[in-house]
T-cell receptor, first 112, second 111 residues
Framework: NAGVTQTPKFQVLKTGQSMTLQCAQDMNHNSMYWYRQDPGMGLRLIYYSASEGTTDKGEVPNGYNVSRLNKREFSLRLESAAPSQTSVYFC???????????FGSGTRLTVV | AQSVTQLDSQVPVFEEAPVELRCNYSSSVSVYLFWYVQYPNQGLQLLLKYLSGSTLVESINGFEAEFNKSQTSFHLRKPSVHISDTAEYFCAVTLGDKIIFGSGTRLSIRP
């Protein structure tokens, strides 16, 4: 039972490079989310997808784009990485509101 | 707008002592409330949740939280902590189809 799988686990980028963080869930959940975690700031929502075919901005969407490829997969893209995007990124999924999230193990991204 | 405030960024306690991690929220509507735990270098795991019914909810590892509507609080308690409880704890509240997290409380256990 894999749950939520994120790849890669670690990544170092140079300023201006692009990359895509991958997330897949095997629980048939409708909703998927991308958060970033920074020290002392908790988790901040970047984008979310309430259902297949829909995406919406969260608290901190600037500099990111997302794609809900199908019900299982929700990717996060950094088009031109900046040092301010150095963070730990978590993907999560939820069957529906109120049920809580299942989180992936995170991607630690460093932009130099 | 809804928000979640965790009043303590760090809480040091001795092993086998009781602990309370405080959480207050602001909301004009009924909410669902959660506590998540993050062990070092891991993702977040759901510890317990309040959806409706009894205001006291418990986890399988001895934690409990009480929903207090009048004080808009959802404090997390454990009567006797263990070294293995060392982690960061996040309070969270629903906002539509998404969840808003507090800034976290780091619980450190001293032997």
């Amino acid at each position: 039972n894999a749950g939520v799988t994120q790849t890669p686990k670690f990544q170092v980028l140079k300023t201006g490079q692009s990359m895509t963080l991958q997330c897949a869930q095997d629980m048939n959940h409708n909703s998927m989310y991308w958060y970033r975690q920074d020290p002392g700031m908790g988790l901040r929502l970047i984008y979310y997808s309430a259902s297949e075919g829909t995406t919406d901005k969260g608290e901190v969407p600037n500099g990111y784009n997302v794609s809900r490829l199908n019900k299982r997969e929700f990717s996060l893209r950094l088009e031109s990485a900046a040092p301010s995007q150095t963070s730990v990124y978590f993907c999560a999924s939820s069957e529906r509101q109120g049920y809580g999230y299942t989180f992936g193990s995170g991607t630690r991204l460093t932009v130099v | 707008a809804q928000s979640v405030t965790q009043l303590d960024s760090q809480v040091p306690v001795f092993e086998e002592a009781p602990v309370e991690l405080r959480c207050n929220y602001s909301s004009s509507v009924s909410v669902y409330l959660f506590w998540y735990v993050q062990y070092p270098n891991q993702g977040l795991q759901l510890l317990l949740k309040y959806l409706s019914g009894s205001t006291l909810v418990e986890s399988i590892n001895g934690f409990e939280a009480e929903f207090n509507k009048s004080q808009t609080s959802f404090h997390l308690r454990k009567p006797s902590v263990h070294i293995s409880d060392t982690a960061e704890y996040f309070c969270a509240v629903t906002l539509g189809d998404k969840i808003i997290f507090g800034s976290g409380t780091r619980l450190s256990i001293r032997p």
